[in-house]
C-alpha cells in the first residue's frame, strides 16, 4: 500500500498501525458479514415472503416497505420512500407448438417484457430462421412477409465476461420485433439469451421504438431453438403462437432512500445502491435482489463492527430499472433539484457471485488512490480494480456527479438465472452472497477515510 | 509479459509475434472448452452412466476403462490400467434418533468413512457435547464414560480459503472417535464438515490410529447438529445410533494412465492428474470427477487447436485416494522403479469452480517464469500463482521430483457438495468446469514451451 493513501487512515500517525487498523477493520466487516449473513436473511424474505417484484406491482411497494424498515432498524437516521410513476405489463397465458411433417413439439415460450399480445385465438405461420440482422436483410420483405421470424441468435461463449456476450446478443431481444415488423413479419421468436444449455424461456425488455408496427414477440429455451433448428432442417415448419400480455396503464412505485448521516462531513454522499423490481418469472433474487443487499449491508456491516462513517452513507434501492429506468430517473432529478452532492455513488446489479473486483469511473487522481487498496482487498478475492464502471440505475447522475464504481462479481453463472424461472431464493449462494456485500463494505469503508 | 519468457516461445524471434501466438493459442483452448464442452460431457457420463466409485467398487473399474477409452479416442498414443490393491468398506442402514423429555427427532445421519458398526440393534446413550478436544480433555473419563461424544465443531467461517476452514475442522472428524474412545465413550457423532447450513449429512474418512478401541462414529447435517445443541440446553438428551458399515477386506482398482508423446522430449513427462474413486454418498462431481476430466482436457484441448506438444503429456487418474492414496502410492512406486522423469506434475483436486489461479512448488527460477505468465492468464480470471502447490495425489512423487503446481478454482461452494449426496452432476456449472480444463490447458502449453 502507498504512502499516500495510508496516512489517510483513521487519524494513525503510524504507518504500520494504519495498516494494521484497516486490515483488522476489513477482516472484521467479513467476519460479520459470513457469520451472521444478514444480507441473506434479507434477501430470503424479499424472494419467499413477497416474491417476484415486476414494474407497477404491488409486491415491488412491499418490498420497499420492508426494505425501509429493515435499515431503520439497521440504525438508519432517516429512511423514506420516493413515489415513482412506472408503467405496468402484465403477462398471461403463454406458449407455442411447432409443427412439421404431422410432428408437433411444444416448446417452452414466455413473451418478452413490452410485447403486444396475439391475437384471442393466437397464430400461426411459416418460421424463418436467421442468424442475424444482415440475414434478415438478405431475406427481404419477399423472405419474410406473412412469416414467423426465428432469430436464432447466440451469447458468444468464447468471451470470458458474460456481460460481454450479452452485450453483443441482447440487441436481437430489444429491437428483433421491430425489425421483422418493418419487412412484415407476423411475430418473431428468439433463441434465449443465456449461456445454459437448458430447457427454460429467459424474458427482458424489448422494444417497437418509433414504429407503428407491432408484432408479438417471444423467447424460447435454448433447447427448444435446437429442436427447432433442427426440424427446419428437415423442410417447413409451421409455428402456432400465443401470448396473452400487454400493457395495463401505470401504477406507483417507490425508491427507497436510507440515510446513514457522517459524523464529519454529513453532506458528502457515498451512494450505494440496487434496484428493487425484477422480471416476473423468478424471484429476482440474482436481478436484483442481491444488489438491493448488497447495499443494504454496506452502512450494516459498518455499524456492526463499530465503525463510525464520517460521510453519509446513503442507500437508495430503485423502483423500476428493467422497464424504463424511472426509478434511476427520479431520484437523479430530485437529487438535482435539491442539490445533492455525490462524492461517490457505487451500483451492485450484476448478481451474489463471488467477488471479483470493481469497475471505477474517477479521475486519474482518484482511480489511482483506489488501486492502492487492491493490497488490503486482494486476500478477499478483489483483483480486478478496472477503469470505468457503474450501472445502468447511475446513468442519470452522470455529468452531475463524476465519480462511480460498478460491483463486478464473477459473472459466469450470471446468465444462467437472468430473467428466468431460475432466478430464485436457490440460484443464491449465502457465502458468495455475504462476499460481495463486504467487499463493497470495506470499499466504502477505505473510501470514507479518503480525503 | 517478461523477454525472458516471451522469447522462448514457438521459436519465434519477434517478440510481439510471438506474445501474439501465445494469445492466440490460449484464446482458441478457452473458445474451444466453453464451446464444445468436452469435459462436462466426459463428467456427466461417469456421474450419471457410472455413479459414486467409492474404493473397491466395481464402478471406479467402470471408470477406469471409459477414460482409458476417451483417451484413446482423443489421440492418446499409449493408455493403460495399473492395478491397485485397495481396501473395501461399505456402508449399509444407518440412522439417529435424539430422545429428550419424551420427545425425539430423527437426525440426518451418516457413518465416517472406516467406522466399525453399531451392534447389531443399535446402541443408546446419553449424549455429551464438546467444541473441541480440549474440552473433551476437560471432561476426562469421568464426564466421558459410556457416552456418546457429539463433536458440535466448526470450519471457520471467517476464513476466506474454505481449504483453510476445512484444515482446521477436520482433525474431528479424523481423531474424533479415536480420542474419545481412549477415553471410554461408546460412540461419537460430529456436525458435518461443511460450511452450508443445510440438512445433509458430509462423510469422509476417520482413524483410530494404534488403538484397540474401536467405537462407532458419524456425522450429522448441520441443522440436526444444531438441534441437538439445542436439546441439550434443555437438559438430558439420550441418541440412539444405528450404523451397518464396516471393512469387507479388498479388491482390485486401477490407475488410468495415457501418454501423448511429445515431439522433442518425449522422456520429459509433464503429469497433470485427477482422482478416479469418490465418496459413495453422491456421484464424486466436484470429487473428484471434475479434476479426472480436467486433466483430461488438458491434451484434449491442445490437439483441438492443433497444438503439438514437446514434452510428452501424460494423464494420470489415480485409484483410491480418499481412502489411503493407494492408487498414488503404486504409482510413485512404479515411476520410481521405472526411472521415470517428471519435469512437471499438476494435479486438480478441489473441485470445479472457476479459476482462481495455480499454486506452485518449485525453485525460486522456476516460480518467476511461471509468475511471467500472469500477464497472459489473467484476462481468464487467473491472478493465484501462490508459492507452495501441489495435491494429495502428488505427495508420494515428493522428494523423487521437484515442480508441482495445483489448480486452484474458487473454494466459496467447494465444501457444500463435499463427501455429501449433493456432489452430483447438479453442482457442476459446465462453464465453470470448462474454464479450469482451459486453464489448465493454457498453462500446460505455457510450460511446454519453457527450456
Sequence with gaps: MKILALSLFLGCSVQVSAQEDANNVIKAIYTEALGEQQGYKWLHYMCTAIGPRPSGSEAANQAARYTKQMMLE?????????????????????????????????????????????????LKAEVVEVGSFEELEVLGKDGVEGKIV?????????????????????????????????????????????????????????????????????????????RLNQMLEGGTVELELFLDCGVQGTATNYNMIADFKGSKKPDEIMLVGGHIDSWDLGQGAQDDGAGCVHAMQVPNLMKKVGYKNNRTVRVVLWANEEFGLDGAKEYARWAK??????WVAMESDAGGDVPRGFGISANDTLLEQVRTFKELLSPYGLHVFAQGGGGADLGPLRGHDDFFIGYRPESQRYFD?????????????????????????ALFYLLDNLD
Design 150 to 226: 426465428f432469430y436464432n441468435t447466440y451469447m458468444d461463449h468464447s468471451l470470458i465476461s458474460t456481460f460481454n456476450a450479452y452485450g453483443g446478443a441482447v440487441k436481437y431481444r430489444w429491437a428483433g420485433a421491430m425489425e421483422a415488423g418493418k419487412l412484415g413479419a407476423v411475430a418473431t421468436v428468439m433463441r434465449s439469451v443465456t449461456l445454459l444449455r437448458d430447457d427454460l424461456p429467459h424474458t427482458g425488455a424489448m422494444s417497437y421504438g418509433d414504429s407503428e408496427v407491432k408484432i408479438p414477440t417471444a423467447a424460447v429455451s435454448w433447447q427448444a431453438a435446437d
Design 337 to 342: 433539484s435539491e442539490g445533492v452532492y455525490h
Design 74 to 122: 439497521a440504525g438508519a437516521d432517516t429512511a423514506w420512500l420516493q413515489p415513482v410513476e412506472v408503467p405496468k405489463w402484465y403477462r398471461g397465458t403463454e406458449w407455442s407448438k411447432a409443427y412439421a411433417g404431422g410432428d408437433s413439439v411444444s416448446l417452452p415460450t414466455t413473451a418478452l417484457g413490452g410485447s403486444v399480445p396475439t391475437p384471442k385465438e393466437g
Design 417 to 441: 438465472f437472468h430473467h428466468s424461472a431460475r432466478d430464485n431464493i436457490n440460484a443464491i449462494h449465502p457465502r458468495s452472497l455475504e462476499m460481495g456485500a463486504a467487499s463493497m463494505g
